[in-house]
């Protein structure tokens, strides 16, 4: 026996019966449109880095988006050996993460203090942190030189280490004080009353629940940090036992105009692997900040 | 209950700390350059591993080591950034011991500030002054004493790509101004893009003096390369008309403005452009057949010019500047220059290295490279004038470039505007 009951015909709405046959307005397909010409913009480039990297130099040249793979792997392992990419990426690797650990430490307490502080020190503070957007990243790089000098710390890469995180701490202090200004207060006086001190609200509560702008913070420091160029060069020095990837690559641009781009091309996918992997690993999260913002408007 | 575990962050975590401890244990291996002693020589350099200056270097910084036991401690960096390397750790008393790099505009201060040593005495010294071209030596040769040891040299004629032309219906290299305006409008009848340039980089710059020397005699072309008065001499001021000329009669390739020297190579390497002012340093890298359809030759005579022969640049490039550093082990630079120097060495840059030396003919012997472009490139010095290579002369500082640039976009400008930019670039 079906025992089931009739159900009710549920009318479709009205307005998307109306709209039906005009889904396809020119307005969403000129949208449409739009977004497939914009997500070539991004995806043609990575797909001409990828493929040059398996191509000879001319084809590189003469066939910039044809799939030849004319060279295999070997550009990939020449550049790697000629350019001794092994030690480059462990000095890379070095500078980012300590870096990246150093400015974390630095601005998640300093971030917590300024969202939870609401005196005009603290306000005073905050501009400070806000004015640091105000200096251009080249107008500091002699001051920084003469530092570096100074302190004895030229041509090493732990100066680096401490001047990555200074650099990076106006936006991720200002990004993370929002982020962290949006967590409940109440949450921190239960923990309060049932006993917690400062540093465990910090750890039990403030952390877990600011995880996407942490890390956003890391994804974006990772970049800038992994990518940074003049400064290492300048400071840390092209001696192939400290320099950084970035510091070895365009040495593959020749003297005089010779510069064979399939090896540059192999060289740079090397170096924007760490830079895929951080972000799959940290992506999820980012995604989650970034929706957090949109909602909370 | 709140928990600070996922996943993704301990992997995250235990690739930071992965990374912080390779750092660590291979800190100790970082710089110890600027501590070395009398048995390491250390060498920022501009050959650069991959090129065949490089290649051959490393292998010959190896010859030097076995041989005397004192190691060669090589730096590499980008030619465009070398200059502001050097200069940074000069800062810091920690300058490299020598720099192989040109004398140029980036460099022609060194001396000057005492940021590099005078080599003179040196070079009279160890025998060198004797070996060296004399025209090598009087360009490396400042107020204050000679800049550094003059190594390598070049020439820099036209490239004409015979197979291209042929097919165009031009069977000879143009041998005037007219002939290679007729050329271009032949190549760009069937679908050949002509003359490629550097438009966007250093090769305009050079470009722009090639053609103002087309009406200006080498003691006013130093003049003006100096002091800047393009628009003061009438003769300056033809060679931009000329320039200007070419662009709008379609010599160029399209865009040509947009191109950097890579690409300009590239254009001709991949017979995407018919002809390519460019110097003997591309002779090893063109393919091979580009290399055997490829003619050397000068820039064709301009009629009532300065010169009745074609023309083009020949120079000296690549020298060992030596810093306050290398001074201090002045015995180890002794041994390291006097290697390089040394007749075997010498030869094995032609036939191995392929590059043309500043050096006397008879210290070379019948030693010829194994490729064809070179020697070409050694067959075109009876046929051409060779112009005042302006590099020595422009001062520090001041750039063609982005003038350069803009010209070759503008169509229609004359030299009698564009002198005027070019003036500016004078009045600091």
């Known amino acids: ?297 | 209950m709140i928990r600070f575990s996922s996943t993704p962050l301990r992997l995250a975590a235990l690739l930071t700390t992965a990374a912080i401890a390779a750092g660590a244990l291979t800190a100790c291996s970082g710089d110890d350059a600027a501590e070395t002693d009398n048995q390491t020589l250390t060498i920022l350099s501009s050959f650069t591993t991959g090129n065949a200056t490089g290649d051959h270097f490393n292998k010959i910084a190896k010859d030097f080591t076995a041989q005397t036991g004192i190691q060669v401690d090589v730096e590499e960096a980008n030619t465009n950034d070398i200059a502001n390397t050097y200069e940074a750790s000069k800062l810091a008393d920690e300058e490299r011991d020598l720099v192989i790099l040109n004398l140029t505009p980036d460099t022609t201060d060194w001396l000057p500030q005492g940021q590099v040593v005078d080599v003179k005495k040196y070079m009279d010294e160890w025998g060198v002054t004797d070996k060296v071209v004399p025209e090598a030596l009087k360009y490396w040769t400042q107020d204050q004493g000679v800049a550094g040891f003059p190594y390598t040299g070049f020439n820099w004629p036209i490239w004409y790509n015979m197979d291209l032309l042929k097919q165009a219906g031009v069977t000879q290299v143009p041998a005037t101004v007219d002939d290679l305006i007729a050329a271009a409008t032949k190549l760009r009848a069937a679908k050949i893009p002509p003359m490629v340039l550097g438009g966007a980089e250093w090769p305009v710059q050079n470009f722009i003096t090639w053609m103002v020397q087309q009406f200006v005699k080498p003691d006013e072309a130093q003049q003006i390369f100096s002091k800047g008065g393009y628009c003061a001499s009438p003769g300056a001021v033809q060679g931009l008309d000329l320039l200007g000329k070419l662009r709008d009669s379609g010599v160029f390739v399209d865009n040509v403005q947009g191109y950097t020297a890579d690409q300009m190579t590239s254009a001709y390497f991949s017979g995407k452009a018919a002809m390519m002012p460019s110097g003997s340093w591309s002779y090893t890298e063109a393919p091979p057949a580009i290399a055997s359809a490829t003619e050397l030759a000068g820039f064709p005579v301009s009629p009532g010019g300065a010169y009745t022969k074609p023309t083009a640049f020949q120079g000296h490039s690549n020298g060992f500047f030596l810093s306050p550093n290398g001074e201090k082990k002045i015995a180890s630079v002794e041994k390291f220059i006097k290697f390089m120097y040394d007749q075997p060495t010498l030869q094995g840059w032609v036939s191995e290295g392929s590059q043309i030396m500043s050096v006397k003919n008879d210290i070379l012997g019948s030693v010829t490279s194994t490729q064809p472009l070179v020697v070409k490139g050694n067959e075109v010095s009876p046929k051409v004038d060779y112009l005042l290579l302006p590099d020595n002369y422009i001062p520090s500082g001041t750039d063609y470039t982005p003038a350069g640039s803009e010209f070759l976009g503008k169509k229609g400008q004359t030299g009698a505007e564009f002198c005027k930019t070019l003036d500016k670039l004078y009045q600091k």
């Open chain 1, 1 to 297: 026996m079906d025992n089931r009951a009739p159900r009710p015909a549920v009318p479709a709405p009205r307005g998307r019966r109306r709209k039906g046959p005009n889904r396809f307005t020119p307005g969403l397909l000129g949208s449409y449109a739009l977004v497939l010409v914009y997500a070539l913009t991004l995806v043609l480039p990575l797909y001409w880095l990828f493929i040059s990297a398996f191509k000879s130099q001319l084809d590189a040249v003469d066939a910039p988006f044809a799939p030849t793979f004319s060279s295999g792997f070997d550009n990939l392992t020449r550049v790697w050996d000629l350019l001794n990419l092994g030690d480059a990426m462990v000095n890379s690797l070095y500078i980012t993460a300590a870096s990246l650990v150093v400015t974390l430490v630095i601005a998640i307490p300093a971030a917590y203090a300024l969202a939870r502080s609401q005196g005009r020190i603290a306000t005073l503070f905050e501009r400070i942190y806000a004015m640091g957007f105000l200096i251009p990243g080249f107008a500091a790089l002699v001051p920084t030189l003469l530092l570096a000098i100074q302190l004895g710390m030229f041509h090493t890469r732990e100066f680096m280490i401490l001047y990555l995180p200074a650099s990076a701490q106006p936006l991720a202090v200002i990004l993370l004080t929002q982020f962290m200004r949006t967590v409940p207060q109440e949450l921190e006086e239960s923990a309060t009353i049932d006993g917690a001190g400062r540093f465990r609200v910090l750890r039990s509560i403030y952390l877990p629940l600011t995880m996407p702008g942490i890390a956003t913070i890391s994804i974006l420091n990772f970049i800038s940090f992994w990518n940074d160029y003049l400064y290492t060069l300048v400071i840390v020095g092209p001696n192939a036992k400290v320099r950084t990837l970035q510091v070895a690559l365009p040495t593959l641009q020749g003297n005089q105009g010779i510069t064979d781009y399939a090896l540059v091309c192999a060289g740079t996918l090397i170096s924007v692997l760490p830079v895929f992997l951080v972000y799959a690993v940290l992506n999820r999260r980012m995604e989650n900040a970034l929706v957090q913002g949109a909602l909370k408007g």
